[in-house]
């Protein structure tokens, strides 16, 4: 006999649906007249877009536009934000450089997207992108946190000097060091906490539609986020207002964190769906999304701990350095912080 009640289990009811194959992801979305997109990625880590040329790609099979960074920026679609900002130890705020859905002008980790190809199908578009010239002037780069902190160190934002975003301190620095100072013992350890990249069983994915009519955007995603995202497309990025952007988030595949941010592909995805006048989707490979998806981690700290002689804890000083990538996601900041 079974028990019911307060402090009784509660039977899954939503299991026989997914081990039968009747989940609902995005990809499974299928919408009427709907295009679908594939990004040029960079190369390179860091370089200068010099020109697109898309006029071979116009041509083949399928092709419905190629739309490139630049027309994004024109269209005052609004830059990516941190929803964290950090203030420095010595009172200015953090140093953020700009992130555009689409690098305009200057390319700053490799995967980033310079353009997108709209086509009826997803192979049509893959083999449009292939046709589509990018010329590139390749920049110095560094590839670790030790040597972007060198003297003279390749500068990946001028916002940001030495390529220093913030230099942020917590606790009691003056305490701190009077008790190093009169330690019996001090303990040293110096950590590397490795770079990893999300790799949840469903990529990222977004279908976007436009009715005209109505003047509304409505996107499908792989959001742990539906609510945050429809408040962040709307205030910050100029994608519409909040009562004309309707955000679903269907049956998602995993995220583990991955998927709480906002991505370019999203932001992309609803521009695009109303140039080009269809529904525009847009699912992501393996290889994009060890690309383009929020890396975590990545820090080099050096951890002291200081005792008295009957071995008590008497202080603990750490400090670390974040590799926080080419640019701040929504809540990047508050990793190291």
């Known amino acids: 006999m079974g028990v019911e009640g307060i402090g009784a289990s509660v039977v ?3 299991d026989r649906r997914f081990t039968t194959g009747k989940g609902r ?3 499974d979305i299928k919408l009427q007249g709907m295009t679908h997109a594939h990004f040029i990625r960079s190369p390179h880590a860091h370089a200068k877009v010099k020109g697109i040329d898309s006029s071979a790609a116009m041509k083949m099979p399928g092709v419905v536009g190629v739309l490139t960074g630049q027309q994004i920026v024109d269209d005052k679609v609004g830059n990516l934000i941190c ?3 950090i203030t420095s130890k010595d009172g200015t705020p953090m140093k953020m450089g700009a992130w555009p859905a689409m690098a305009p002008e200057t390319v700053r980790f490799v995967g980033q997207a310079v353009a997108v190809v709209i086509a009826e199908t997803r192979n049509q578009a893959k083999d449009a992108a292939e046709a589509v010239v990018v010329d590139y002037e390749e920049l110095p780069v560094v590839a670790d946190i030790r040597s972007a902190l060198k ?3 390749p500068q990946l934002h001028p916002e940001a000097p030495g390529n220093v975003i913030y230099d942020w301190h917590i606790g009691d620095e003056a305490a701190v060091k009077d008790a190093f100072g009169k330690a019996a013992n001090v303990v040293t350890l110096e950590l590397t906490n490795n770079r990893l990249v999300p790799n949840a069983m469903e990529p990222r994915a977004a279908i976007a539609e436009y009715d005209e009519a109505e003047e509304h955007f409505t996107l499908y995603t792989t959001s742990q986020n539906p609510h945050v995202a429809r408040l962040v497309l709307s205030a910050f990025y100029n994608i519409a207002p909040e009562h004309k952007l309707r955000v679903i988030a269907p049956d998602v595949g995993g995220g583990f ?5 906002i991505y370019p592909e999203e932001m992309v995805a609803l521009w695009a769906c109303k140039k080009v006048r269809r529904p525009v989707k847009w699912t992501g490979d393996r290889t994009e999304a060890f690309l383009t998806d929020a890396h975590g ?3 080099i700290s050096k951890a002291e701990m200081a005792f008295d002689k009957d071995n008590k804890i008497i202080g603990l ?6 590799n926080l990538g080419a640019y701040m996601s929504l809540f990047s900041s508050s990793v190291p912080t």
């Open 297 to 299: 981690r990545d820090h």
């Open 83 to 85: 929803g964290w900002a």
């Open 257 to 261: 964190g991955s998927k709480i941010y």
């Open 12 to 14: 899954r009811k939503e």
């Open 25 to 27: 992801y995005v990809d």
């Open 317 to 322: 000083r750490v400090k670390t350095h974040a």
């Open 151 to 153: 003297p003279g160190a």
